[in-house]
């Protein structure tokens, strides 16, 4: 049973940073592809980045490539968002998501499990 938790999310100046992670409590392992997606008001959630689970692939929706890094640690069953250079639009509920499999899917229905979602709040 795959049980996400995320934390790390907070209030920060544009241009500064913040450190996302996710815990899953469940041990699953490598055996899943995990996501984060964000989720502003009013707007529908969309992709952010994905990590397959050796940790070998990521994908990035444009606006955050160079900005943020998604990367695992399988032995903490830990996932992670780095952001930097965070922007006023950058502003969301930020999820974590997990799917069994290597492939990286960029649409939210493709994936089974959700954490509860951590507020990031960038101010101009």
């Known amino acids: 049973q795959v049980r996400l938790e995320e934390s790390g999310g907070g209030l920060v100046q544009a241009g500064g940073s913040l450190r996302l992670s996710c815990a899953d409590s469940?041990?699953?392992?490598?055996?899943?592809?995990m996501g984060w997606f964000r989720q502003a008001p009013g707007k529908e959630r969309e992709f952010v980045a994905a990590?397959?689970?050796?940790?070998?692939?990521?994908d990035y929706t444009d606006s955050v490539k160079g900005r943020f890094t998604i990367s695992r640690d399988n032995a903490k069953n830990t996932v992670y968002l780095q952001m930097h250079s965070l922007k006023p639009e950058d502003t969301a509920i930020y999820y974590c998501?997990?799917?069994?499999?290597?492939?990286?899917?960029?649409?939210?229905?493709?994936?089974?499990?959700w954490g509860q979602g951590t507020q990031v709040t960038v101010s101009s």
């Open positions: 998501a997990a799917r069994y499999g290597s492939v990286i899917y960029t649409t939210p229905t493709n994936y089974m499990y």
């Open positions: 469940g041990r699953t392992g490598s055996g899943y592809t």
């Open positions: 990590v397959t689970g050796s940790g070998r692939y990521a």
